[in-house]
């Protein structure tokens, strides 16, 4: 599986722009998703998958260790998360 159909089954899921800049929640949660699944799915460096957003790698590094929590006690997240996995699974 690649960044970049990670990125359109996430941003067809979730009906979002991922590459806007803005800090507001839901794009911050999109983003996390992408970043997670990404590293999960694809042998690609913290930096390589910083780059796909105009980000660094310790934000990669950053919902690496915060989206598992975020799993944990979001349950809309959760969903959001396991549709997206399944649909990339699905792709493969």
């Keep these: 599986m690649s960044a970049t159909l990670i ?7 979730l009906k979002l722009d991922i590459t806007t800049k803005t800090r507001k929640r839901e794009y911050v949660e999109a983003r996390g998703i992408y970043f997670y699944l990404t590293r999960q799915y694809t042998r690609m460096s913290l930096s390589s ?3 796909t957003m105009g980000r660094d790698h310790s934000t ?3 919902f ?3 989206i598992p929590h975020w799993l944990k006690h979001d349950i809309q997240l959760k969903e959001d998360y396991n549709d997206n996995k399944q649909k990339g699974t699905k792709s493969s």
């Design 7 to 13: 990125r359109e089954i996430v941003e067809q899921h």
């Design 49 to 51: 998958i910083g780059k």
């Design 60 to 62: 990669v590094l950053h």
């Design 64 to 66: 690496e260790r915060l």
